[in-house]
């Protein structure tokens, strides 16, 4: 399977925009990039999704590179509620049951 | 709707006690998973099912057993706990062909 490398940790000052890269260097043309968050104490929630093209949704937007071997996930205006472990996870179909999770980056968000 | 719903939220176990981690969703999802979480860790893969009647192995089978009889319903059972099994239990859904799963708020499970 194709691992994922995100920074261990992050912090961003509250109302501003926060950048937390994943890189994938060994994905294949089929990986889809997902994105989970989770909140102290509470089970992981979908964040974004996206295969090629830069996508946007209410939560965030997803940078992918033009090699597709590193992605961004953007939050565009932090505030307390997003400090939560993110992780970047790669997957061979739009939707699976089978989530492979690494670590992820621990987002601190400063008042 | 209530989505996924995990019960108990909290269970502590003597060693070599057997216990089931119940696990249901409302959403008519197809697929459905059991996580479990070390601290500091990420989630690794238990066991999931892809429908009622077929479940397979993940990444961390080992002394874990699943069933799904219901397209609702898809339990875990503990056959004889070991502290190694101290950790937070998530199960999720996702429906075929679907963009996200869906987890539940987790069991907080210690086995003394």
């Known amino acids: 399977d194709a691992k994922t490398t995100q920074p261990n940790s992050m912090e961003s000052n509250e109302e501003e925009p926060v950048h937390l890269p994943c890189n994938h260097s060994?994905?294949?043309?089929?990986?889809?990039i997902h994105w989970y968050r989770q909140l102290p104490s509470q089970g992981p929630e979908y964040v974004i999704h996206?295969?090629?093209s830069n996508v946007n949704n209410r939560m965030a937007s997803l940078a992918i590179a033009e090699d597709r071997k590193s992605s961004t996930l953007i939050l565009h205006r932090a505030t307390l509620r997003d400090a939560a472990v993110y992780y970047c996870?790669?997957?061979?179909?739009?939707?699976?049951?089978?989530?492979?999770f690494g670590t992820g980056t621990r987002l601190t968000i400063i008042p | 709707n209530a989505g996924v719903t995990q019960t108990p939220k909290f269970q502590v176990l003597k060693t070599g006690q057997s216990m089931t981690l119940q696990c249901a969703q409302d959403?008519?999802?197809?697929?459905m998973s059991w996580y479990r979480q070390d601290p500091g860790m990420g989630l690794r893969l238990i066991h999931y099912?892809?429908?009622?009647?077929?479940?397979d192995q993940g990444e961390v089978p080992n002394g874990y057993n699943v069933s799904r009889s219901t397209t609702e319903d898809f339990p875990l059972r503990l056959l004889s706990a070991a502290p190694s099994q101290t950790s937070v239990y998530f199960c999720?859904?996702?429906?075929?062909?679907?963009?996200?799963?869906?987890f539940g708020q987790g069991t907080r499970l210690t086995v003394v």
């Open positions: 060994t994905i294949s043309g089929t990986d889809y």
């Open positions: 996870i790669l997957s061979p179909r739009r939707g699976n049951e089978k989530l492979t």
């Open positions: 999720a859904t996702n429906r075929v062909g679907g963009t996200e799963a869906f």
């Open positions: 959403m008519n999802h197809e697929y």
């Open positions: 996206g295969l090629t």
């Open positions: 099912s892809v429908g009622a009647g077929i479940t």
